[in-house]
């Protein structure tokens, strides 16, 4: 991370004052202009949970977005304007289908954990809680660390060619995040997701509809003592497979925030935000030796973005089982024996 140059008072409140006049139109939505549940992380087959077994899971993912236009974000408690991201950021999931059953349906559990570098480059400060900083000037971060760990557990049915579930998910913060630092792959705000998937799956025709519906509740970053407001996320794609390993199709997202940011720590404003976006996506499915493979590829682009970044982000998903338990065992029909 680059830090600023010292100045004398003079020139800092100098530049404090030109930007303020520039900088006028604020984005006043969810602390770092983001939220904890990553758009666009589920998509195909999104409703379709596997056997009981062990899996894993692995993501690429890729984020290009900017605020321009003069408007400002706060993150780490720094107060920014004309702010761009470039994220890298990698997703590791073991996933756990237990033989348990609720309602009939199987009971799972996972773990995510995020490592990557957001680099945020900034024209201009604001506020800062970090005295070396010169308010007004450009800035630049880019910080390797650990994210905030998602916590996730699940129910899912079959019937037919619907495949359905329901996924509640805890985001623990990891410590990592750091005030006065633009960069921060962390959020530190613990928060829930309720989330549900439906998925429409003809093996025959070889189509697949899915749609993913969730809300977010955040509690306070307790760093900043900034409240970021309650979130709805919707996800979905229609994809057609055009041969029993390969698929493409069309995939996008909506968010919307549903209640006002506030906290002592919120210095630029309740208003909410907004942002929807659509892209494509191609799947594949091979084997390695005797493991059956499934990879695909997702790419985003948004638009009509309201106090949020609008930018692109690309997914590589990468899945496969480690092991999955037997079929149980069809029970033999006993002869019936009639009695006259």
């Known amino acids: ?16 004052a030109a930007v303020s006049f520039t900088a006028t139109e604020q984005v006043r939505a969810a602390e770092s202009a983001q939220g904890v549940y990553v758009l666009g992380n589920r998509g195909p087959l999104a409703g379709v949970t596997p056997p009981p077994g062990f899996y894993f899971e692995t993501e690429a993912y890729f984020y290009q977005g900017n605020l321009g236009g003069n408007r400002t974000f706060q993150s780490g408690g720094v107060v920014a304007a004309n702010v761009k991201l470039d994220t890298s950021a990698a997703f590791v999931t073991p996933i756990w289908v ?7 349906g199987n009971l799972g559990f996972s773990v995510t954990v995020p490592f990557g570098t957001p680099n945020v480059s900034a024209g201009a400060v604001l506020f800062s809680p970090r005295i070396d900083r010169i308010v007004g000037g450009r800035e630049r971060d880019a910080v390797f660390n650990v994210g905030d760990m998602y916590l996730s557990s699940f129910v899912g049915w079959h019937s037919g060619n619907f495949h359905w579930n329901v996924t ?10 750091e005030t006065g630092q633009l960069s921060n792959i962390s959020l530190n705000r613990p928060a829930l997701d309720l989330s549900g998937a439906l ?5 025959v025709l070889g189509y697949e509809l899915s749609v993913i519906p969730g809300f977010t509740y955040n509690w306070i970053n307790p760093a900043t003592q900034y409240l970021t407001g309650t979130e709805f996320h919707l996800e979905w794609s229609a994809s057609k497979y055009l041969t029993k390993e390969l698929s493409l199709g069309v995939v996008g ?4 925030q549903l209640t006002a940011d ?7 404003g309740p208003f909410k935000g907004r942002v929807t976006a659509v892209g494509g996506q191609i799947g594949y499915s091979f084997k390695l030796g005797e493991i059956p493979v499934s990879t695909n590829v997702r790419v985003f682009r948004e638009f009509d973005a309201t106090n949020r970044f609008r930018g692109t ?16 065992p069809v029970a033999e029909a006993k002869p019936v024996i009639a009695k006259f």
């Not at 237990?98 to 009939?104: M, S, V």
């Not at 509640?168 to 995040?177: K, M, N, Q």
Request: avoid cysteine; glycine fraction near 10%.
């Open 1 to 16: 991370m680059r830090k600023l140059a010292r100045s004398n008072k003079w020139v800092a409140v100098a530049g404090l």
């Open 98 to 104: 237990t033989p348990a059953e609720i309602l009939g």
């Open 168 to 177: 509640l998910t805890g985001v623990v913060p990891s410590g990592s995040y």
């Open 199 to 203: 998925t429409y799956l003809d093996p």
């Open 253 to 256: 997202y909506y968010y919307n």
């Open 262 to 268: 506030s906290g002592s720590g919120d210095r630029i």
């Open 313 to 328: 982000a690309t997914y590589l998903t990468i899945s496969a089982p480690l092991w999955v338990a037997p079929p149980k």
